[in-house]
């Protein structure tokens, strides 16, 4: 008789596969199997085996680069699964951001080696941001097109929210505002990154915090377009919190005063 973690397995495998059977069109059948394609169902499967997760629970939140998934780990403890889809025409753009990057000097041209290396490199960013003392998803391990973080909602599986979601939640959006400057000013300082993609759609705020997340464009700030991507982070927080009626720094004082120090 199977043990529980072997039912574990196979439920696990006959899920993703039937879940590929059942889609019914065939676009939504090419998105299904970009995310669970074999390589990555014998990843998981692996990773249950391991007993590094013990349950994949739903889906989170549907991104054109990945899907995050809500998993229980270890005594069950609430993780977090991003799976980056492996997609010629995400490959493409990522390079971008890989390209110039000092630590990502040999990531390969192929689709798959270029989706590894945006997997690598937000589990990388993630560790630099942890260390620099902000707010964010702790990594806790990443392989190919798989990275595990923990999570941030509920022990029910709710996450937290984004920022644009929670306006009316904000006791104080003016201290709010000082924060998420401040947290703009520390990645460049502290992390040594430049988000490259921040707004309001790329921090949840839960429990009275705020939480920095989709990392995995950041890049060193001395990638050769880090100042470009500095000013793009700084303009979309103003217009944010602009939009809410709060009072922002002046985006180029602003801007000329991180680079100065």
Known sequence: MPSNKEKKIIELEDSLNNHRIREKSSEDRDAYQRVFDARTISSLVKLLNNGIISEIVGIISQGKEANVYFAYGENDVPLAIKIYKIDIQSAKWMKNYIKGDPRFKKSGTSTDKVIFTWCQKEYRNLSQI????IPCPKPLYFRDNILLMTYIGDENGNPAKKLKDCVGD??????????????????????????????????????????VIDVSQAVSRSHPKAKQYLARDIKNIVNFYSNIGVTTPDPLEFY???LGN
């Open 170 to 211: 904000l006791k104080n959006p003016s201290k709010e505002a000082l924060l998420t400057f401040q947290y703009i000013e520390q990645l460049y300082l502290k992390a040594k990154l430049v988000h490259a993609d921040l707004s309001e759609y790329n921090i949840l705020y839960y429990q009275n915090q705020q939480f």
């Open 256 to 258: 000329t005063t991180i």
């Open 130 to 133: 942890v260390s620099a003392g």
